[in-house]
């Protein structure tokens, strides 16, 4: 996937909808999506943008230019990170064997994302599904964290 960390205001997160073909979410925790594109809520300023890696080169041209003059930071990050789906009828259990957040669907329901952390290290979570989640972690962790969800699954299987 192509992936993008963009930092700006209210100003510059409205031009960059045009080229991204979606609204960023303004809602804390929440994930805006449409096709293949995603847009995660990171912070007050701080979203990370997602689109099949084909896209990529595009996207940030469109976005450069829809951003030109305007306060903003655009950054690939689609070197640094990797992402990973996690699903089934004990994703949730899983992931809380290394994750403190209380994952249940009410307290974290699809369309929801955060930083937090899987073990000893930083993930991005996204529930996308009743039992699916997204997980993208630096490319130097995703093994470990890849092995860890392999040793707690083990707990869940038949």
């Not at 896209?55 to 940030?60: D, V, W």
């Not at 669907?105 to 937090?116: D, K, L, N, W, Y």
């Not at 989640?133 to 130097?140: D, I, L, N």
Request: charged fraction near 20%.
């Amino acid at each position: 996937m192509a992936r993008f960390v963009l930092r700006a205001r209210a100003t510059a997160r409205d031009a960059a909808a045009g080229p991204l073909g979606m609204a960023l979410p303004a809602e804390a925790c929440r994930a805006a999506t449409r096709g293949d594109r995603a847009a995660l809520w990171l912070g007050p300023d701080e979203w990370l943008l997602l689109a099949p890696a084909g896209e990529g080169p595009a996207l940030a041209a469109a976005l450069s230019a829809a951003l030109s003059g305007l306060p903003h930071s655009l950054v690939d990050v689609g070197d640094r990170q990797l992402g990973l789906i996690v699903e089934g009828p004990e994703a949730a259990s899983a992931l809380n064997v290394g994750c403190p957040l209380d994952l249940d669907a009410a307290a974290f329901p699809i369309g929801m994302c955060t930083r937090t952390v899987f073990a000893k290290c930083q993930i991005v979570l996204w529930r996308t599904g009743p039992l699916r989640f997204h997980v993208e972690a630096w490319r130097s962790f995703m093994p470990y964290v890849e092995s860890y969800l392999a040793e707690a699954s083990r707990e869940f299987s038949g």
